[in-house]
Each structure stands twice: as C-alpha cells, then as structure tokens.
C-alpha cells in the first residue's frame, strides 16, 4: 500500500474532478494534499447566499467532483479509502482519500471515467424516444450503488403531479429579487470560465412548457421544437438529510450521470423543488419515500451539445508553495 498520494497524482485527479456539475456552474471547491491525503473542500469564496443559503448545494457539487476524483485515482491503479466530513472542527472539508490496496480498475469504473469529459447539462428539449428498460436499470442502480434512491416518475399524472410540485416551487424561488440577481450574475453571454454561458442555457420559457427551467437561456426555440411531452423524470434521494446525506447524494448524483452519458442519454437538472423546503417535503410524501429527495433530473435523447468551461485546475489547489 502506498504511503500517500504525490502532488502529481492530486493534480491529475483534480483536473477530473472539476469536470463535475454545480449550481450556476460556481464551482465551489478546493482541492488540496495533507498528510498524503487529498482533500476536497467547499470554497466558502463561491458560495450562493440567494440561492443556496444552507450550502446543500455545494456540497452535493463537492461530492460529485469527490465521485470523479474516486474514479480518477481507481482507473490510475490507486483506489482511496474515503472519510466524509473526516474533521468535526472543519466542517468545510468535505472527504479526505488516503490509498487503498492498489488493484486494476473494474470495467464500470473504465466506462464512467471516460463519460467524465463527455457528460454536459442539456436543457434542449430531447426527442420522444423512450429511454428503455434496460439503462432505466442501469441508472437505478448507479443511485444505489452510492447509497442512494433513485424513483423514476412513470405515466403521465406522476409527471403533471411533479410538475405542479416544481412550478409551484419554482414560483416561490423567482419572487425572490436576490435569488434572481445571483442567477443574473451567473449567466455568462461571453467566453468565462464559470458561470452558465447562454448558449448552453437552453431556449427561453414558454407558457406551454411542462416543467420550469432555471431561466439561463434567452433564445428563441424554432417553431415546431417543443420539450417532449412525456418526459423521463427522476428523482434521486438519500436516506437523511445531514451534511454527509448530501455528500453521498452527490457522490449517487454524479455516478447517475455518467451512467446516463455512458448509454448515450442526455440529462437536465432541476433542483427547484428541492430547495424550497415545503415543496421537498411535498415530493418525498408524493414518492412514499423515506429520507431526503436532493435533485431531480429530465432525461431522455438529446442533440448533440459541449460540456461548459471550468477554471483551471491549479486555481482551486492549494499547494504548500515550494510545491506549486
Ligand atoms: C446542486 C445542483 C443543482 C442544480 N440545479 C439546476 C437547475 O435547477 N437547473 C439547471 O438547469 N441546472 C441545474 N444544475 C446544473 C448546473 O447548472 C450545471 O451543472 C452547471 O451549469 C455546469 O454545467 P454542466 O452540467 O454542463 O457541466 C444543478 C447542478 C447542481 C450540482
């Protein structure tokens, strides 16, 4: 067993792991070696006060940049032992990975690491097709691999219940004029290396449209090109609602993601109604589930898109200095 991990080997991994979703696309993450411990933490400098006042955000995005850094180290021959939340007195570290028994990576962990630079939010209607039962499978599983549930709405009055669940908290989020700001402030109309570029945004609400969109996009959708009626909705939800609940969330989160990209299926967020406390609660007694819904996904088959921007890795590690 290797005594730590090498700046080198943290410096690969992390270029993977900022591939990983966020709010607004803030990335709210550092990435740093301890002890021969990679640790992942929340940046409180990229935090969401408006949108994300109790920080379930960030840390549903650090546990899937803590997936794809799993997965990174896995594929390179070094797998991790991960504590989340390792330090009570420092709640911003959100997991420490130490090595495992090096081993050859599995087939599963081959195939979702190469999704990592392939995967991309697409907020375009999909097509009609229906996702088959097989990836429905395998998408049920990915959640359940990381500890976490995944409910697939079936029939059309499930999906018009969700909906009305969404549109209702979605209504509550849009009153608010410093949620609307932050998100204003997010939308990138040229080149950045954060924030949601407008091109990736998805075309602007329409009356007719079944669910709400996060309001990024400002173009107009040719005529005839409509969101899908039916659309394959998911909810992923964890057993609690503690800040490793959502850790472990993200890490189920990401894992559904790239198996998602893996069987070539485009996938969505929309996280409205899990951040309005009631509509949450209103969707979980919806679902008869126990624990915490913690993000809800449109999939289907897309077009084509590209993944977004993200800084630079060596910007979110922090390096003793005579090692940068
Ligand atoms: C916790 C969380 C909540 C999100 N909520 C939404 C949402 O409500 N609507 C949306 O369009 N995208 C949502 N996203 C997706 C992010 O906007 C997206 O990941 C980010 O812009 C980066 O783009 P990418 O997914 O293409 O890499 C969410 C992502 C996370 C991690």
Not at 2 to 22: M, N
Not at 260 to 277: F, R
């Amino acid at each position: 067993m290797d005594i730590g991990y090498s700046v080198e080997q943290l410096r690969v991994a992390a270029t993977d792991a900022v591939r990983a979703p966020s709010l607004h696309n803030v990335q709210p993450w550092r990435f740093r070696l301890r002890d021969g411990g990679i640790e992942i933490l929340v940046d409180p400098a990229r935090r969401l006060p408006a949108t994300d006042p109790s920080g379930w955000g960030a840390r549903v995005a650090a546990g899937a940049a803590l997936f794809n850094l799993r997965l990174a180290l896995a594929v390179a021959g070094h797998p991790a032992t991960v504590r989340l939340r390792p330090y009570p007195a420092e709640p911003d570290v959100v997991a420490r990975l130490m090595p495992d028994v090096p081993r050859r990576p599995t087939p599963t962990e081959q195939s979702l690491y190469a999704a990592i630079p392939r995967r991309f939010s697409n907020r375009a209607p999909f097509w009609p097709d229906p996702v088959p039962a097989d990836a429905r499978w395998r998408l049920s599983d990915a959640a359940r691999a990381e500890h976490c549930w995944l409910e697939l709405l079936i029939g059309v009055s499930a999906v018009n219940a969700f909906a009305e669940i969404a549109n209702g908290a979605n209504r509550v989020l849009e009153r608010d004029p410093a949620y609307r700001a932050e998100r204003q402030a997010w939308i990138r109309r040229e080149h950045a290396l954060d924030g949601v570029p407008t091109a990736a945004g998805g075309p602007r609400a329409e009356p007719q449209d079944l669910l709400p969109a996060r309001g990024f996009g400002d173009r107009c959708r040719p005529p005839g090109r409509d969101f899908e009626p039916e659309p394959l909705v998911a909810v992923l939800g964890s057993t609690g609602n503690t800040a490793v609940d959502q850790v472990v969330a993200g890490q189920a989160l990401q894992r559904v993601l790239l198996t998602a990209t893996d069987c070539g299926l485009s996938v969505s967020m929309l996280s409205q109604p899990v951040e309005v406390p009631s509509a949450r609660e209103q969707l979980r007694v919806s679902l008869g589930r126990f624990g915490a819904p913690q993000m809800v996904m449109r999939i289907g088959y897309g077009q084509p898109g590209w993944p977004t921007p993200r800084r630079d890795v060596d910007e979110v590690l922090d390096l003793p200095v005579h090692q940068v």
